[in-house]
């Protein structure tokens, strides 16, 4: 059954740094975007990043852009996203979602719910001041 499964997140200081790891079970990692979603407490879901090896490479949200990175593990079949100098409005539930084999974001541009198909349970992130 293909789905993803994230690791990574867990109770950090602010201006610490978190490896948020997806894996894909049951499909290769290159063959679909994958995107990273996050859930602040009383908040609606919204889009952070996404990444497809196979067109459109790295995109990042502006509250993100300048202190993340994402890599891929091709032996281990997952992509991560690296966040650098997190603070407490970064703490939420972060969600990975595979959607299909290429995506494309202008600048400005959030990925959206709808385009994935498939995600995670999700890992909590918590940041204390």
């Known amino acids: 059954q293909v789905h993803v499964v994230e690791s990574g997140g867990g109770s950090v200081q602010a201006g610490e740094s978190l490896n948020l790891c997806c894996t894909a079970v049951g499909y290769n990692i290159s063959s679909r975007c994958t995107a990273w979603f996050r859930q602040a407490p009383g908040k609606e879901r919204e889009g952070i990043a996404a990444f497809s090896l196979r067109g459109g490479g790295s995109h990042y949200v502006a509250s993100v852009k300048a202190r993340s990175s994402i890599s891929q593990d091709n032996a281990k079949n997952t992509v991560c996203l690296r966040m650098n100098g997190l603070s407490p409005d970064d703490t939420g539930m972060y969600y990975c979602?595979?959607?299909?084999?290429?995506?494309?974001?202008?600048?400005?541009?959030?990925?959206?719910?709808?385009?994935?198909?498939?995600w995670g349970q999700g890992t909590q992130v918590t940041v204390s001041s």
């Open positions: 979602a595979a959607g299909s084999e290429r995506c494309y974001y202008g600048d400005g541009a959030v990925p959206q719910l709808y385009e994935y198909a498939d």
